[in-house]
């Protein structure tokens, strides 16, 4: 099993024993069409490399396939536990997604728009002092909006101890959430080791990840609960629901408690950290690209002319910057491999026996690489989304298809995830250049498109240089921000 890019291997898998039931020394490697099967350490594995394939067993079949399977480093050793993405199938998931998506739906986003607005009108204000910190900012801009939304809490402008707990938090998730990255993943039992064991360096650092965890899971919704007590508590989902218990049995109320704080948690977790790598991608996307840049200048005048920054009420009349975030989305994956399902019972597909408790792969780069629907997968064109006249056009297939995971599985954060890609992309272009750094000579260097491991993935840090387009641009953004102040 390949540690690194896994995706990468397995879309290779799939192309070169895809075809047929392979035999002999290859015997543990079978596939059909793009499903390839994997069996490690007595744990079978199989890869969806194609839309077809995941579209029926997870949207099809999705009341078997839309398991999660046991994942002992993320779940029972480092804390994680709680996270119902990574959830068993089953009555409790189901009531944490319900509560999740009645505030997070496409109709409820819509009144999270100012908030997202104004932190991003601040965002480009940080960039004009220190343009070599997007990354710092882009995080911060993210966590700030997660952490108003979601529990009223106005966030430090540096170091803040919310943000900088919930960064830590998503690391660990990152690095233990992938089923193949930890022994103890495929050997269960190992959880039940001593920590001071040789070799049991896993059990401590997951015991450092646990604590994390459980700090940033509880320590904000505390905030909102003695808020409340002081009659000072702010606006917010926490709040809403908070508020519902009033009246509650005792038993019921510490169930429901619990379940709130899960799910506040989980908006943070999957609406803050997937959208900071899709916006780490648009900078280098940009970076590489300038006639992209050029273009969604050109646009982005003609609309906005130089007397004001973009709204959410510009979308319609803004097609290349929805297309540039569509080709975000697809070019770099947030999620190659989306999140892994287990199946609950035995089944057959094209032929194929596949026993209860096998871990599935959807390999969402693959699909969003595949060239007879992308023509040049490798290459960021965002006017692939639009039609000769420059409008969008709908009948290109949407990366959302497999950008976000698969069937009852899908993210439920994701039209508050994409409603904040779109207000970055479209204010930081109103206003900046993203430029490649320079070498000796003064030529643009060669940006290299490396993404790191993990349930989530980056791109490898990067330089670039993020410069104010003119003094007009530079006095809209300071017009901006002070209305905000």
């Avoid at 199989?46 to 079949?61: E, H, P, W, Y």
């Avoid at 080709?327 to 035995?346: G, I, K, N, T």
């Avoid at 104010?468 to 953004?477: G, H, K, N, T």
Wanted: glycine share 6%; with cysteine; net charge neutral.
């Amino acid at each position: 099993m390949p540690s690194q890019r896994q995706w990468l291997t397995f879309n290779k898998w799939c192309k070169v024993y895809g075809g047929f039931a392979a035999c002999g020394p290859t015997r543990y490697l079978m596939g059909v069409g793009n499903i390839v099967s994997v069996e490690a350490f007595g744990t079978r594995y199989v890869i969806l490399g194609s839309l077809k394939a995941c579209t029926d067993l997870f949207d099809r079949r999705s009341s078997n396939f839309s398991d999660r399977p046991e994942i002992p480093m993320l779940n029972d050793l480092s804390g994680w536990g709680w996270n119902f993405a990574f959830r068993k199938y089953g009555a409790m998931w189901r009531e944490e997604r319900r509560t999740f998506h009645q505030y997070m739906n496409s109709t409820q986003i819509a009144q999270y728009r100012p908030v997202q607005l104004r932190e991003v009108r601040c965002l480009v204000h940080r960039l004009l002092s220190r343009p070599d910190k997007y990354e710092d900012y882009v995080r911060h801009m993210l966590g700030a909006t997660i952490m108003d939304v979601v529990y009223g809490i106005k966030v430090a402008d540096h170091d803040d101890q919310y943000i900088k707990t919930a960064e830590k938090a998503l690391e660990t998730l990152a690095r233990a959430g992938h089923p193949t990255a930890y022994l103890v993943n495929t050997f269960p039992w190992l959880k039940h080791v001593p920590s001071w064991l040789p070799g049991a360096q896993f059990k401590r650092q997951a015991e450092i990840w646990k604590r994390i965890s459980d700090e940033f899971i509880m320590r904000p919704l505390e905030f909102v609960k003695k808020s409340m007590i002081n009659g000072t508590a702010r606006p917010s989902i926490a709040l809403s629901l908070l508020e519902d218990l009033d009246g509650e049995a005792e038993k019921t109320r510490v169930a429901r408690e619990t379940i709130i704080r899960n799910v506040t948690a989980i908006a943070y977790a999957g609406g803050a950290d997937t959208t900071v790598s899709a916006i780490y991608t648009f900078f280098l996307a940009m970076a590489k690209h300038p006639h992209v840049v050029h273009r969604a200048w050109q646009q982005l005048d003609e609309v906005l002319g130089d007397h004001r920054l973009p709204t959410f009420e510009d979308q319609e009349r803004l097609p290349y910057i929805t297309a540039i975030c569509k080709e975000v989305m697809r070019w770099q994956s947030v999620a190659p491999l989306a999140a892994v399902h287990s199946s609950v019972d035995d089944d057959e597909y094209e032929g194929y026996f596949l026993p209860k408790g096998t871990i599935f792969f959807g390999n969402a780069w693959a699909i969003l690489h595949d060239p007879e629907v992308y023509p040049e997968p490798d290459a960021f064109k965002p006017e692939r989304f639009l039609k000769e006249d420059g409008s969008f056009d709908t009948t290109v297939q949407d990366p959302n298809v497999a950008a976000f995971g698969f069937g009852r599985r899908i993210c439920p954060g994701r039209w508050f995830s994409g409603q904040s890609l779109f207000i970055s992309v479209a204010t930081v272009l109103s206003v900046f250049d993203i430029k490649a750094p320079v070498d000796e000579t003064g030529k643009p260097t060669e940006l290299k498109t490396d993404m790191t491991t993990g349930v989530l993935s980056y791109p490898e840090p990067f330089e670039c240089r993020v410069v104010p387009r003119s003094d007009r641009a530079r006095q809209l953004i300071l017009e901006a921000t002070s209305d905000t102040e």
